[in-house]
């Protein structure tokens, strides 16, 4: 990104067009991103793009035996459709293919990035792959490497992933496919370091998932706020994660935040004991899913059918509801606001949502957009 003909042509930009006109083709100068995968409740055509500048596309997976990424036959059409879909709404929206997912199998990515003939095989075929299905870019989300040999593999697999980018959009006369990746709140996860620098010098941004701190499944006997975004007592929040990148050496302006569009509910051991750290015994019956997670959609609700009480607190920057002895973890749109004018005034890339399906009418997505404001008010 950082090469001389690229600052060169941003200057002479600047100088010789209208404002107006920088900001119809800068790319990356706010990401309001979202993910959205085939069984999450809509369409790619009731995506109301024109919330978004950036939509990811999940997930694409690695055949362990060719090292080489596939789609699956389910999510073909929609995945080669994404982003004319997307775009019929929002033109400009960008679209990045998705790789991995919490549920890969993050041992077979741990093998195919131990030799330089698999590594390639993945990338190549990636980068195939993303411009065969119109996307703008690619989005690793390994999660996690499980060693310091998978971390260190994780480095070099990015350096080359970078450099065989370059030389396809070299050859090919095209701008730069895109290169992000999800990764851990904090530059260290399950006691592992990430490799901070080639992170920092080959991605185009992180995208920092500052959620499931808690969750009823790996913290069940108390609530807690799974997404907060300050954390005065214990640091475990999406500024101390921030706080922690920065002091590894990764420039602010790469990371985006994640925000959840989902919640976890806890059931209560004490129907009148409901704040925050409250006695529990893992999950409620309400939460539908394995991990006792509920989309904001159904959060809501729940929260209008049992007539829920709800508190936003401001310390930590999270909501919570209960109800009989439902406690439900989430964010709604006060912690939303909060935290975009968070990521806005540190100067972050911008925030991405998991995942644009679990919205309530938009609600969400709209007030985190709203609240950044039009992306041709941010360049000065
Ligand atoms: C995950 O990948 C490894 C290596 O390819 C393989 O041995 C293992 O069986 C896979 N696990 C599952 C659950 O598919
Ligand atoms: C808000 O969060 C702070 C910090 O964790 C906590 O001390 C306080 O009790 C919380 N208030 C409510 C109403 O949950």
Redesign the pocket.
């Given at each position: 990104m950082a090469n001389y003909s690229i600052k060169l042509s941003l200057i002479i930009f600047t100088f010789f067009f209208p404002r107006q006109l920088i900001f119809c083709n800068s790319q990356n100068n706010v990401i309001k991103g979202g993910y959205w995968f085939r069984d999450s409740g809509i369409s790619t055509n009731n995506i109301d793009s024109t919330l978004y500048s950036h939509l990811f596309c999940a997930f694409a997976d690695l055949n362990?035996q060719s090292n080489q990424l596939i789609v699956s036959p389910e999510d073909r059409d929609s995945f080669v459709q994404f982003t004319s879909t997307v775009q019929r709404k929002n033109p400009s929206v960008k679209t990045l293919l998705s790789i991995a997912g919490g549920r890969a199998?993050?041992?077979?990515y741990g093998?195919m990035a131990r030799t330089f003939n698999s590594r390639k095989s993945f990338i190549d075929s990636s980068i195939k792959l993303a411009r065969q299905m119109g996307f703008y870019g690619l989005d690793l989300d390994w999660e996690y490497p499980e060693s310091t040999t998978d971390m260190t593999n994780l480095g070099i697999l990015l350096d080359e992933f970078r450099a065989a980018i370059n030389t396809e959009a070299r050859n090919s006369g095209r701008v730069s496919l895109l290169l992000t990746a999800a990764v851990s709140n904090s530059p260290r996860v399950n006691g592992l370091n990430y490799p901070v620098s080639s992170v920092a010098r080959n991605l185009d941004w992180l995208n920092i998932m500052a959620y499931d701190f808690y969750g009823p499944n790996w913290s069940p006997s108390q609530t807690n706020s799974h997404a907060q975004l300050f954390d005065p007592v214990n640091h475990v929040s999406g500024s101390d994660g921030i706080n922690s990148w920065i002091q590894a050496g990764v420039p602010i302006r790469k990371m985006v935040l994640g925000m959840p569009f989902y919640g976890y509910a806890w059931q209560l051991v004490n129907v009148n004991n409901h704040g925050l750290r409250a006695p529990a015994n893992g999950k409620s019956n309400a939460g539908s899913i394995d991990d006792g997670s509920m989309t904001y959609n159904q959060i809501r609700d729940f929260i209008v059918q049992n007539r829920a009480k709800t508190v936003y607190n401001a310390t930590i920057v999270g909501d919570y509801c209960y109800s009989g002895s439902t406690w439900i973890s989430y964010d709604d749109t006060q912690s939303i606001r909060t935290k975009v004018t968070y990521v806005k005034g540190r100067g972050l890339l911008g925030y991405f949502a998991w995942h644009v399906a679990a919205d309530q009418n938009w609600g969400l997505s709209r007030t985190a957009s709203q609240t950044w404001g039009a992306s041709s008010q941010e360049m000065k």
């Open positions: 362990p199998n993050r041992t077979a093998i």
